[in-house]
């Protein structure tokens, strides 16, 4: 199995910055999109920005231009720097990742997210 933990949530002033790591852990084979998503309250979860194994990023709308996502595939951990911080930046921000892993006797695939970490940005 594969295991996803997330770090660096808290509550910030609008225009400060924060920076989540999400590292992956379990007997993986290959990484390979990783992700940040984020659900408010009352919301459906939205993306908010994925890697490749390349380094090739994409980013919503919303965020393009403040958030910087970033990979460290030595240490199996995706980053997301997020600076200009806005209230409606306020949710709760779930890693994901995909990729396969070997259970012992198979490599399967597996598409697995973490418990996510509270961002709160006040006004």
């Known amino acids: 199995q594969v295991q996803l933990v997330e770090s660096g949530g808290g509550l910030v002033q609008a225009g400060g910055s924060l920076r989540l790591s999400c590292a992956a852990s379990g007997s993986i084979f290959s990484l390979n999109a990783m992700g940040w998503y984020r659900q408010a309250p009352g919301k459906q979860r939205e993306m908010v920005a994925v890697?490749?194994?390349?380094?090739?990023?994409n980013y919503a709308d919303a965020v393009k231009g403040r958030f910087t996502i970033s990979r460290d595939n030595a240490k199996r951990t995706v980053y997301l720097q997020m600076n200009s911080l806005k209230p409606e930046d306020t949710a709760v921000y779930y890693c994901n990742a995909e990729g396969t892993y070997d259970d012992g006797v198979y490599m399967r695939a597996f598409d697995s997210w973490g418990q996510g970490t509270q961002v709160t940005v006040s006004s």
């Open positions: 890697i490749t194994s390349s380094g090739n990023s």
